[in-house]
């Protein structure tokens, strides 16, 4: 009988080789993207002005807006404060 021993780096091996990696955008991320870039089109403010206010790269705000990427919850807090904003606006009628 014959014993089969399973380390640490062969169970993550799967994992980083995985479809999952990099991850899936998530409804919520593209969902609070969207409504980010409703509401800077709608404040006249282009992506190169507002990631200039918010000090991100112009090509990270566009990420953020197509939901590829996370906004944490301190840029949204300030995302929040240069589109004069509360918090909860980006996630109003989101149904998860």
């Keep these: 009988m014959s014993t089969q021993v ?6 993550l091996a799967p994992a ?3 479809e999952e990696y990099p991850p899936r955008t998530s409804p919520i991320d593209s969902w609070i993207g969207s ?3 409703i509401k800077r089109t709608s404040r006249g403010m282009s992506r190169q002005e507002l990631s200039k206010l918010l000090g991100v790269d112009r090509n990270d705000l566009a990420r953020f ?3 590829t990427e996370r906004v944490n919850a301190n840029l ?3 995302i929040s404060k240069s589109l004069n904003v509360s918090p909860d606006y980006f996630f ?3 149904i998860g």
């Design 65 to 67: 807006e197509e939901g």
């Design 6 to 11: 399973i380390s640490t780096a062969d169970e």
């Design 92 to 94: 109003r009628g989101y």
């Design 35 to 37: 409504r980010l870039r």
């Design 16 to 18: 980083a080789t995985s």
């Design 76 to 78: 949204l807090f300030l």
